[in-house]
């Protein structure tokens, strides 16, 4: 279909307000509605007006039963937003240790930079989440891996004045070196 002599149809309002209902349910951890959907056949990689994935949405507001669902019916733990960002580098910025263990057991790339430049280590090492940290180094985070502007998660967490992670990856990346 060619969107611009076939524009995509219009909504009607009962579509529109159940897919915000679906979207609100991801946020608010209603696992049980979201397994009943998706067993009517609703696609787990559904997304919003900002690329957010249903898992991004379950993953970034700290919903572990409901990652969980979303995941085992497909969800994509690499399915990056509009800002390039993925359920993993979600889960790093909120700390969200739990929720790392599960995209990370569901095949998230530990490496992953979505469609940006950034990885989860990274994200985790700006905002000193140390335990982040650590569990993203023992799942094989390169700590070396370098971002578009050639800077690494501890050159990134020293320029946001993180106080532990520096010296945490300074210390993995010699440990791996």
């Known amino acids: 279909m060619n969107p611009e002599t076939n524009p995509p149809p219009a909504l009607d309002d009962e579509t529109l ?37 249903l898992l991004m949405l379950a993953a970034y507001n700290g919903q572990v039963e409901t990652t969980r669902v979303i995941l085992e019916a497909g969800g994509d733990p690499e399915l990056a937003n509009d800002r390039g960002q993925t359920p993993l580098a979600g889960a790093a910025f909120k700390n969200e240790i739990a929720i790392a263990r599960l995209l990370l057991q569901h095949g998230a790339a530990v490496n992953g930079t979505g469609d940006g430049t950034r990885t989860a280590l990274m994200t985790a090492a700006i905002f000193d989440r140390t335990e982040m940290v650590t569990l993203l180094l023992e799942h094989g985070a390169d700590p070396d891996f370098r971002d578009a502007a050639g800077q690494s998660a501890a050159d990134m967490a020293r320029a946001m004045g993180a106080q532990a992670t520096p010296a945490q990856l300074d210390a993995a990346a010699r440990k791996a070196g």
């Open 17 to 53: 307000a159940f897919a915000g209902r679906v979207f609100q349910y991801a946020r608010m951890g209603h696992a049980e509605e979201l397994a009943e959907l998706f067993g009517q056949g609703l696609p787990a990689n559904l997304r919003n007006d900002k690329g957010d994935s």
